[in-house]
């Protein structure tokens, strides 16, 4: 069922000629503040602005000749939307993309801007569901699902694994936890590339559908979603749960102030721009930040994606 | 009078020790936007955001065991003031920073943060001087021009000579003129390491002081400074004059909405906070594009220290 140490080691090679290796950063400022030593990945500077082209290249690489003519679908508002529009756009493959018509009109321009076909639905999930399937029967085109599919899984799971290879002796890494996709991913290469490495999930308290998931053993929903992390309202599947339940040591839950400040901090002190949800890993570990003292700590800075109009500070 | 290729040699392993060899960024987008291959020199990751730490070190570097002792005095409201700062105490040096007293708070506090003894004066030009010498006098601290000084000039080359030093074949080096300390050092490296390389400088129309200078052979001066690059307001002055009028090709003026968008290009697609100034080079690029085409052009990005609460967009 998890993936195995060989598919995640493939993934890496076939990913490899059309994603960045992103740059590692250190500050040594966030270090004292944290009493850790941080290595920040920084998947912000990924190609399209986050890890998403990661999974949505290695889904497609792993399609038929024939598949891959008929194209691949998703429903997505978000990163995703772009990642596969512009992964399928480097493979040669058309994307179809489902986007809610409230969906704002700079998200669109930017999926159209790599090559995506949109079409609109009504923003609830049942409808853009359906959207996604009828495409999905006239064209014949590949639902690729945003987290909650194992190639995507796989190839989130490069970002981790080129941080480990560069610094095998973490002793954690941390990561967001939206729809689950990245951080299975991050545990797939934590266990099979660490050494004695835990994962540590962030996720806002306002969403904490992840966090309550571990607790009961089955997956929970979010009834509200007041949170700045935009990309973090999703909830987990059923491939990416199993990986989580099993690899996932624990899921450290954040204020909205936490991450607001977490990330005005990493723009300030680092001049890099993250977005939102991106801040909640490192605002997870300066809240608890006793408990990682002293140690190595990896995190996986998952996108810079931001609306520069739209700032919370 | 122009310093030697020795002393620019001399100047990088001085400085090593004690700055950052900050990373080289590329951008496709801005690669097939800008019609050249751009090889970005990220000082905005420099320690206390800004290339300035380098001049400061440098001169400091160059003082006596006795001069040390007594401390180092600049009058500054920007960058030096921190970079001085923060370089002196690196040292175990004393700082003294004279700041208009109406500077704002955030700025004095980052001074205070890097260990920057701070006083106070009215904010003409002449208040200034005048309490700075007072303080040179009452301490024997030795003054240090942030731009105007040899060995602040040597030290600011040392950015240009580490991007040559990776990218040999660069065509063009682009800088912002201010003061013109960052302008002279950086033609200082490009003169002794590039290969046939020339110098840029951009400069906003509205503190075209520099552009006027090269003119007409003498430093000329801005009668207002309505632009939003604040680390451009300055002069030039008698010891970085004659450097730029013997190696800097030529001064490209940009309109102020030409850095705006030039910021947020780099901002929106580098996932990097460069500050106005600093933005500068690339706009000027970016204005004569067709006369760069194909070229290889590496830009000195200056610095990232901006007032979040206070953006153009």
Redesign the interface.
Known sequence: MIPTKQEVEEACERVKPYVHNT?V?KSSYLNELSCAEIFFKCE??QKM?AFKMRGATNAILQLSEAQKKAGVVTHSSGNFAQALSLAAKNLGVKAYIVMPENAPQVKKEAVKGYGGIITESESTPIARETEAERIQKETGATFIHPSNDRNVILGNATSAAELLQSYPDLDYVFAPVGGGGLIAGTSLSVKYFGNNCKTIGGEPFEVDDAFRSLKTGKIEFNETTNTIADGLKTFLGDVNFPIIQELVSEIIRVEETEIISAM?LI??R?????EPSCAVPFAALLREKERFKNKKVGIILSG?NVD??N?P?
Do not use: S, T
């Open positions: 740059p950063l912000n500077f602005g005005k723009w300030e680092m001049k890099i721009i993250i810079g520069l109009k700032l500070f």
